[in-house]
């Protein structure tokens, strides 16, 4: 169809719907009510891109948009339809086809693994995910701030538990620096953090992380490549499912250089469940989406919203949403009645259809449809069937599906994780190192006591060594006393006394005037003096042996 994809048309080929390739990148929005024809509506326009080149991404919440990586089959229950509508809408060149496709899967069990790290998730998106209040989005983006300060690399899980406990241990620390950082916050976060656990969010977190060039290829015969996402299982965990295709889409934003209005997009974008992005979602959240909407057209890629009830999408976003397919809604209840009226006025009027009556009225695979044209104004409405898909309408099979990832052209590429030194790892160092400083601190401690105590012992030790001297000294001096008067009070010794006082009281004026007279007075003297000198010493000798 030219430079566009053909959408659908009316009985007989009238007023056929094409979109326009170069205004793709305007966005666009798929809506009706369950069961009347959204998922095969959605199967054709991917079709239509990947045929023109243009590489998709689509989250395959209930598993039928696999059924794109194969052709449809004359055997399948939708084939007599399909080919009597195709008829019915002039479509005489219909067949059926497969589309290259590349399985994803966060969980890695139905795809390639996706993967991204804490930092390339930044605070507000990890916030949204972990359903943090105002408070602790604080605290957390404080961890980014020190994380990345310190040079810290915040990969998975792990990574982010490991800073929040670095940051209680600092709290008193940070709290000075940046504001309240409370350890009850920081446990909150924790809390939250244990949750994602267990609902299977460590494993959108790791290495190696995405490379969004392998989102951007072709196949050998120029056909983009569409990259399903399993999110059937995803889908149990709305919070995350949102949130991962928010960051897809902001990395987009962010990687891809300006382009304004090219022939055709890089890359179209499609989100289905569109609601769960904008459920409770947080002022900051939605300003965000806005701006990543609003601007990611210029760098050529379009995003297209997928859900049941149009009013789901906020005004701020529905605004820049050029392209609509409306399929039928039910007005059972108030909030129906104001969807119908909501999409009647988003329409650019069409004289020859009553909105508000035709969208209750519409069968399925039949849907409102306004395209922008190629001067960029919305055609009016028209009520238009649309194109069967040529692709199977429908899940492939679980071996089909294992053929298929092993033979595309990531290979293994993200099959095997890597756990590389990061924030959790530097940490533990940090703490080891600190522990083993504390522990030679303690031993030296305990080393400088011990010293002290056994310089104390030897200082005693020392003075009852000097005590038990002075003491074995005067007992040495008390023997020797002893000694002498022992000595002194011999037999011998009392007799020598005895003489001694004897000689001297009696004799020993005499014996010195005789030693004098002898000595000066010449023979004489000395010859009476030795007669008594004799006697004396035989006095002596007699006391002796009397006694």
């Known amino acids: 169809m030219g430079d566009g994809i053909f959408i659908g048309a009316g009985a007989g080929g009238a007023q056929p719907q094409t979109l326009e390739l170069k205004r793709a990148n305007r966005h666009g929005l798929i809506a009706g009510a369950t069961g009347t024809g959204k998922t095969v509506t959605l199967q054709g326009i991917i079709e239509g891109f990947s045929t023109a080149g243009v590489p998709c991404f689509v989250a395959d919440v209930k598993g039928d948009l696999s059924g794109l990586a194969m052709a449809g089959s004359p055997q399948a229950k939708t084939h007599a339809i399909f080919t009597a509508r195709a008829a019915e809408i002039g479509l005489t060149d219909w067949a059926y086809a497969d589309t290259p496709v590349q399985f994803w899967d966060l969980y890695g069990e139905q795809g390639h693994p996706i993967r991204t790290t804490v930092s390339e998730m930044g605070p507000l998106l990890l916030a949204r995910l972990m359903d943090l209040n105002e408070v602790q989005e604080g605290v957390l983006t404080i961890a980014f701030h020190v994380a990345d300060t310190d040079k810290l690399l915040l990969i998975d899980l792990d990574d982010l538990q490991a800073m929040l406990s670095h940051c209680a241990d600092r709290a008193d620390e940070l709290t000075t620096t940046y504001g309240n950082v409370s350890k009850q916050s920081i446990g909150a976060i924790q809390r939250s953090l244990l949750q994602q656990r267990s609902q299977g969010a460590e494993h959108f977190f790791g290495e190696p992380a995405l490379d969004l060039d392998d989102f951007l290829t072709t196949d050998d015969k120029g056909r983009g490549i569409v990259n399903i996402l399993a999110a059937d299982k995803l889908m149990a965990s709305p919070k995350l499912y949102s949130t991962f295709l928010l960051w897809l889409m902001s990395e987009l934003f962010e990687a891809l250089p300006e382009v304004g209005d090219a022939d055709k997009p890089?890359?179209?974008?499609?989100?289905?469940?569109?609601?769960?992005?904008?459920?409770?979602?947080?002022?900051?959240?939605?300003?965000?989406?806005?701006?990543?909407?609003?601007?990611?057209?210029?760098?050529g890629v379009g995003v297209y919203f997928i859900t049941q009830n149009p009013i789901d999408i906020p005004d701020t976003v529905a605004g820049q949403l050029g392209n609509r397919v409306q399929h039928a809604l039910r007005?059972?209840?108030?909030?129906?009645?104001?969807?119908?009226?909501?999409?009647?006025?988003?329409?650019?009027?069409?004289?020859?259809?009553?909105?508000?009556?035709?969208?209750?009225?519409?069968?399925?695979?039949?849907?409102?449809?306004?395209?922008?044209?190629?001067?960029?104004?919305?055609?009016?409405?028209?009520?238009?069937?649309?194109?069967?898909?040529?692709?199977?309408?429908?899940?492939?099979?679980?071996?089909?599906?294992?053929?298929?990832?092993?033979?595309?052209?990531?290979?293994?590429?993200?099959?095997?994780?890597?756990?590389?030194?990061?924030?959790?790892?530097?940490?533990?160092?940090?703490?080891?190192?600190?522990?083993?400083?504390?522990?030679?601190?303690?031993?030296?401690?305990?080393?400088?006591?011990?010293?002290?105590?056994?310089?104390?012992?030897?200082?005693?030790?020392?003075?009852?060594a000097e005590r038990a001297r002075i003491a074995a000294d005067k007992e040495a001096v008390r023997q020797t006393r002893e000694a002498e008067r022992a000595a002194a009070n011999s037999p011998w010794n009392k007799a020598v006394t005895s003489a001694t006082r004897a000689a001297s009281s009696s004799v020993g004026r005499q014996v010195a005037n005789e030693i004098g007279k002898a000595v000066l007075g010449g023979g004489r003297a000395s010859k009476a003096g030795g007669g008594l000198v004799g006697s004396v010493l035989r006095g002596v000798l007699g006391g002796l042996f009397r006694r």
């Not at 289905?272 to 806005?290: G, R, V």
């Not at 522990?439 to 200082?459: F, L, M, T």
Request: one cysteine or more; charged letters at 30%.
């Open 266 to 299: 890089k890359l179209c974008f499609f989100f289905d469940e569109a609601h769960l992005l904008f459920d409770e979602a947080p002022k900051a959240l939605l300003e965000k989406i806005e701006q990543v909407v609003r601007l990611i057209r210029s760098k």
């Open 331 to 464: 007005a059972f209840t108030p909030r129906d009645q104001a969807a119908v009226k909501s999409a009647a006025e988003t329409f650019r009027a069409n004289p020859g259809v009553d909105v508000a009556t035709a969208i209750t009225e519409l069968k399925v695979g039949e849907a409102l449809v306004s395209l922008l044209l190629p001067d960029g104004s919305p055609s009016p409405v028209e009520r238009t069937l649309i194109k069967p898909p040529a692709s199977r309408v429908g899940p492939v099979t679980p071996v089909e599906r294992g053929v298929l990832i092993q033979t595309d052209a990531i290979g293994d590429k993200y099959d095997t994780l890597v756990d590389r030194e990061s924030a959790e790892e530097l940490l533990s160092a940090k703490t080891a190192e600190a522990a083993a400083a504390a522990a030679a601190e303690r031993a030296q401690n305990d080393a400088e006591k011990a010293a002290a105590v056994q310089a104390k012992a030897d200082a005693v030790a020392a003075k009852e």
